[in-house]
Protein backbone atom coordinates (compact mmCIF):
# COMPACT_ATOMS: atom_id res chain seq x y z
CA UNK A 1 0.00 0.00 0.00
CA UNK A 2 1.48 2.71 -1.45
CA UNK A 3 0.38 6.47 -1.64
CA UNK A 4 -0.32 8.27 -4.54
CA UNK A 5 0.48 11.75 -6.11
CA UNK A 6 -3.84 12.60 -5.57
CA UNK A 7 -2.92 11.34 -1.65
CA UNK A 8 -4.87 8.05 -1.95
CA UNK A 9 -3.47 4.71 -0.77
CA UNK A 10 -2.77 1.77 -2.78
CA UNK A 11 -1.14 -1.80 -2.78
CA UNK A 12 2.04 -1.47 -4.42
CA UNK A 13 2.25 -5.31 -5.16
CA UNK A 14 5.41 -4.92 -7.54
CA UNK A 15 6.99 -3.41 -4.65
CA UNK A 16 7.67 -6.59 -2.71
CA UNK A 17 7.15 -10.36 -3.44
CA UNK A 18 6.93 -12.34 -0.45
CA UNK A 19 8.48 -15.70 0.47
CA UNK A 20 6.17 -17.91 2.42
CA UNK A 21 8.76 -20.01 3.58
CA UNK A 22 10.43 -17.28 4.96
CA UNK A 23 7.48 -16.19 6.20
CA UNK A 24 7.11 -19.32 8.61
CA UNK A 25 10.17 -18.92 10.06
CA UNK A 26 9.89 -15.04 11.02
CA UNK A 27 6.05 -16.51 12.56
CA UNK A 28 7.84 -18.80 14.56
CA UNK A 29 10.80 -17.12 15.47
CA UNK A 30 9.21 -13.42 16.69
CA UNK A 31 6.27 -12.89 18.56
CA UNK A 32 4.00 -10.79 16.71
CA UNK A 33 4.21 -8.62 19.46
CA UNK A 34 7.78 -7.48 19.22
CA UNK A 35 7.00 -7.55 15.00
CA UNK A 36 4.70 -4.93 15.99
CA UNK A 37 6.76 -2.56 18.19
CA UNK A 38 9.80 -3.05 15.44
CA UNK A 39 7.29 -1.74 12.93
CA UNK A 40 6.42 1.03 15.20
CA UNK A 41 9.55 2.25 14.69
CA UNK A 42 10.27 1.80 11.27
CA UNK A 43 9.53 4.76 8.97
CA UNK A 44 5.68 4.64 7.45
CA UNK A 45 6.14 4.43 4.25
CA UNK A 46 8.56 1.26 4.82
CA UNK A 47 6.10 0.03 6.80
CA UNK A 48 3.27 0.68 4.32
CA UNK A 49 5.52 -0.59 1.14
CA UNK A 50 7.30 -3.17 2.19
CA UNK A 51 6.56 -4.91 6.01
CA UNK A 52 3.03 -4.73 4.78
CA UNK A 53 3.77 -7.69 2.15
CA UNK A 54 6.09 -9.61 4.34
CA UNK A 55 3.08 -12.34 5.11
CA UNK A 56 -0.59 -12.79 6.31
CA UNK A 57 -0.07 -11.63 9.79
CA UNK A 58 2.03 -8.55 9.30
CA UNK A 59 -0.62 -7.11 6.59
CA UNK A 60 -3.06 -7.91 9.29
CA UNK A 61 -1.06 -5.64 12.28
CA UNK A 62 -0.20 -3.03 9.50
CA UNK A 63 -3.83 -2.70 8.25
CA UNK A 64 -5.13 -2.30 11.82
CA UNK A 65 -6.79 0.55 13.63
CA UNK A 66 -4.72 0.03 16.61
CA UNK A 67 -1.31 0.51 14.87
CA UNK A 68 -2.02 3.91 13.41
CA UNK A 69 -3.70 4.63 16.43
CA UNK A 70 -0.32 3.98 18.40
CA UNK A 71 2.01 5.61 15.88
CA UNK A 72 -0.62 9.05 16.22
CA UNK A 73 -0.25 8.61 20.18
CA UNK A 74 4.07 8.52 19.93
CA UNK A 75 4.16 11.22 17.54
CA UNK A 76 1.94 13.56 19.31
CA UNK A 77 -0.76 13.24 16.20
CA UNK A 78 -4.50 13.42 17.14
CA UNK A 79 -8.03 14.84 15.98
CA UNK A 80 -8.95 18.74 16.72
CA UNK A 81 -12.36 16.93 18.35
CA UNK A 82 -11.33 14.06 20.14
CA UNK A 83 -14.51 12.81 20.51
CA UNK A 84 -14.81 12.41 16.96
CA UNK A 85 -11.89 9.89 16.16
CA UNK A 86 -11.13 9.06 12.55
CA UNK A 87 -12.62 5.85 10.73
CA UNK A 88 -9.50 5.71 9.28
CA UNK A 89 -6.21 6.16 10.97
CA UNK A 90 -3.85 5.34 8.38
CA UNK A 91 -5.46 7.93 6.18
CA UNK A 92 -5.61 10.62 8.95
CA UNK A 93 -2.10 9.73 9.77
CA UNK A 94 -0.77 10.40 6.70
CA UNK A 95 -2.62 13.38 5.48
CA UNK A 96 -1.84 15.16 9.01
CA UNK A 97 2.52 14.33 8.40
CA UNK A 98 1.98 15.08 4.78
CA UNK A 99 0.26 18.42 5.47
CA UNK A 100 0.70 20.83 2.91
CA UNK A 101 -0.29 24.25 1.42
CA UNK A 102 -3.42 23.26 -0.69
CA UNK A 103 -3.09 26.48 -2.58
CA UNK A 104 -0.82 26.32 -6.12
CA UNK A 105 1.55 29.20 -7.32
CA UNK A 106 1.25 31.18 -3.79
CA UNK A 107 4.39 33.02 -4.46
CA UNK A 108 3.80 34.35 -7.64
CA UNK A 109 7.02 31.95 -8.71
CA UNK A 110 5.17 30.97 -12.47
CA UNK A 111 3.31 34.00 -13.21
CA UNK A 112 -0.36 33.32 -12.96
CA UNK A 113 -0.02 29.76 -12.95
CA UNK A 114 -2.82 27.87 -11.06
CA UNK A 115 -4.77 31.03 -10.55
CA UNK A 116 -8.08 31.76 -12.36
CA UNK A 117 -8.67 35.60 -13.28
CA UNK A 118 -12.10 37.16 -12.27
CA UNK A 119 -11.51 40.84 -12.17
CA UNK A 120 -8.57 42.49 -14.50
CA UNK A 121 -9.21 46.40 -14.35
CA UNK A 122 -6.97 48.87 -15.00
CA UNK A 123 -3.52 47.44 -16.56
CA UNK A 124 -4.34 44.34 -15.49
CA UNK A 125 -2.50 42.35 -12.85
CA UNK A 126 1.06 41.65 -13.21
CA UNK A 127 4.18 40.29 -11.38
CA UNK A 128 6.68 42.30 -9.27
CA UNK A 129 9.76 41.89 -7.27
CA UNK A 130 9.52 41.92 -3.82
CA UNK A 131 11.90 44.65 -1.89
CA UNK A 132 10.38 44.86 1.75
CA UNK A 133 11.16 41.97 4.00
CA UNK A 134 8.14 39.72 5.03
CA UNK A 135 8.48 39.31 9.18
CA UNK A 136 9.68 35.48 9.27
CA UNK A 137 9.70 35.18 5.00
CA UNK A 138 11.40 35.56 2.27
CA UNK A 139 9.19 36.14 -0.75
CA UNK A 140 11.09 37.21 -3.75
CA UNK A 141 8.02 38.39 -5.72
CA UNK A 142 4.23 39.51 -5.37
CA UNK A 143 1.06 39.62 -7.40
CA UNK A 144 0.23 43.54 -7.83
CA UNK A 145 -2.84 45.34 -8.88
CA UNK A 146 -4.23 48.25 -11.18
CA UNK A 147 -6.55 51.12 -10.40
CA UNK A 148 -9.53 48.96 -11.38
CA UNK A 149 -10.56 46.09 -9.11
CA UNK A 150 -8.73 43.03 -9.81
CA UNK A 151 -9.67 40.25 -8.23
CA UNK A 152 -7.83 36.23 -8.59
CA UNK A 153 -9.30 32.68 -7.60
CA UNK A 154 -8.36 29.32 -6.84
CA UNK A 155 -10.70 26.66 -6.76
CA UNK A 156 -9.28 23.67 -4.11
CA UNK A 157 -10.62 20.44 -4.97
CA UNK A 158 -10.17 18.56 -1.83
CA UNK A 159 -10.94 14.57 -3.17
CA UNK A 160 -8.18 15.36 -5.40
CA UNK A 161 -6.27 16.52 -3.01
CA UNK A 162 -6.68 13.43 -1.20
CA UNK A 163 -8.96 14.46 1.80
CA UNK A 164 -11.90 11.70 1.25
CA UNK A 165 -15.98 12.79 1.57
CA UNK A 166 -16.03 10.50 4.83
CA UNK A 167 -12.82 12.31 6.38
CA UNK A 168 -14.11 15.58 5.59
CA UNK A 169 -17.50 14.63 7.33
CA UNK A 170 -16.39 12.99 9.96
CA UNK A 171 -13.01 14.67 11.24
CA UNK A 172 -14.15 18.29 10.22
CA UNK A 173 -10.26 19.59 10.29
CA UNK A 174 -9.58 23.11 11.06
CA UNK A 175 -8.71 24.85 7.69
CA UNK A 176 -6.39 27.74 8.22
CA UNK A 177 -6.02 30.47 5.51
CA UNK A 178 -3.35 33.02 5.49
CA UNK A 179 -2.84 35.93 3.25
CA UNK A 180 -0.60 38.58 2.89
CA UNK A 181 -1.00 42.20 1.58
CA UNK A 182 0.73 45.42 1.46
CA UNK A 183 0.12 48.87 -0.37
CA UNK A 184 3.16 50.79 -1.60
CA UNK A 185 4.00 53.69 0.47
CA UNK A 186 3.57 56.30 -1.57
CA UNK A 187 -0.16 55.61 -2.89
CA UNK A 188 -3.36 54.42 -1.21
CA UNK A 189 -5.02 50.80 -2.11
CA UNK A 190 -7.23 48.46 -0.62
CA UNK A 191 -7.66 45.05 0.12
CA UNK A 192 -9.88 42.29 0.38
CA UNK A 193 -10.02 38.52 0.47
CA UNK A 194 -13.31 36.47 0.43
CA UNK A 195 -12.77 32.36 1.16
CA UNK A 196 -15.84 29.78 1.10
CA UNK A 197 -16.06 26.37 2.30
CA UNK A 198 -19.01 24.92 -0.79
CA UNK A 199 -20.36 21.57 -1.28
CA UNK A 200 -20.93 18.85 -3.93
CA UNK A 201 -22.52 21.55 -6.71
CA UNK A 202 -20.01 24.33 -5.32
CA UNK A 203 -22.78 25.96 -3.40
CA UNK A 204 -21.39 27.54 0.03
CA UNK A 205 -21.49 26.17 2.97
CA UNK A 206 -19.27 28.60 5.38
CA UNK A 207 -17.58 31.77 4.24
CA UNK A 208 -15.12 34.48 5.53
CA UNK A 209 -15.30 37.81 3.81
CA UNK A 210 -14.55 40.59 6.33
CA UNK A 211 -14.62 44.69 5.18
CA UNK A 212 -11.86 45.61 2.41
CA UNK A 213 -8.66 46.94 4.23
CA UNK A 214 -7.99 50.23 3.06
CA UNK A 215 -4.51 52.02 3.21
CA UNK A 216 -3.95 55.88 3.01
CA UNK A 217 -1.08 57.36 0.58
CA UNK A 218 1.80 57.76 2.13
CA UNK A 219 2.23 54.70 4.49
CA UNK A 220 5.02 52.82 5.88
CA UNK A 221 4.47 49.84 3.42
CA UNK A 222 4.88 46.97 5.56
CA UNK A 223 3.06 43.45 5.06
CA UNK A 224 0.27 42.72 6.22
CA UNK A 225 -0.93 39.10 7.37
CA UNK A 226 -4.56 38.27 7.42
CA UNK A 227 -5.85 34.90 9.08
CA UNK A 228 -8.70 32.84 9.56
CA UNK A 229 -9.55 29.21 10.55
CA UNK A 230 -12.89 27.32 10.06
CA UNK A 231 -14.32 25.35 12.78
CA UNK A 232 -16.93 22.81 13.09
CA UNK A 233 -18.11 23.93 9.74
CA UNK A 234 -20.51 20.91 9.34
CA UNK A 235 -20.36 18.07 6.93
CA UNK A 236 -20.66 18.25 3.22
CA UNK A 237 -17.49 20.64 2.48
CA UNK A 238 -16.00 19.35 -0.70
CA UNK A 239 -14.05 22.38 -2.13
CA UNK A 240 -12.51 25.52 -0.87
CA UNK A 241 -12.43 28.40 -2.82
CA UNK A 242 -10.28 31.03 -2.29
CA UNK A 243 -10.46 34.70 -3.92
CA UNK A 244 -8.43 37.93 -3.46
CA UNK A 245 -7.40 40.75 -4.76
CA UNK A 246 -8.19 44.82 -4.87
CA UNK A 247 -6.98 47.97 -6.55
CA UNK A 248 -4.98 51.51 -6.09
CA UNK A 249 -7.42 54.06 -4.71
CA UNK A 250 -5.37 57.17 -6.40
CA UNK A 251 -6.48 55.85 -10.03
CA UNK A 252 -3.03 56.20 -11.01
CA UNK A 253 -1.89 54.43 -14.48
CA UNK A 254 0.32 51.13 -13.55
CA UNK A 255 0.52 48.97 -10.97
CA UNK A 256 0.44 51.00 -7.68
CA UNK A 257 -2.23 48.86 -5.94
CA UNK A 258 -2.29 46.20 -2.82
CA UNK A 259 0.30 43.53 -3.57
CA UNK A 260 -0.49 39.85 -2.19
CA UNK A 261 2.04 37.29 -2.00
CA UNK A 262 2.95 33.97 -0.10
CA UNK A 263 -1.01 33.23 0.82
CA UNK A 264 -1.89 29.35 2.32
CA UNK A 265 -4.55 26.94 2.93
CA UNK A 266 -4.40 23.95 4.84
CA UNK A 267 -5.85 21.82 8.06
CA UNK A 268 -5.01 21.75 10.97
Not at 23 to 51: D, T
Not at 172 to 186: F, G, M, V
Not at 188 to 200: R, T
Amino acid sequence: MGQSESGHFHVASSDFKPRSDSCSGLRSAVPLAVVEEILLNLPAHQVVRVCRLVCHEWKELVDSAAHWRERCRREGIQPQDVSRPPDNWCQFYFLTKKRRNLLKNPKAEEEFSGWKIVQNGGDCWTVGDNSVEIPNFTVAKYFVTSYWLCMKQQLIDLKKEGYSAAFMDQLQPHIKISDWYAPRCDCGSMYQICVELLDQKKKPINTFEPEPVFFPQWNDQQWCEMTYVFKDYGPGVRFIRFTHGGKDTQFWAGWYGIRVTNSSCLTV
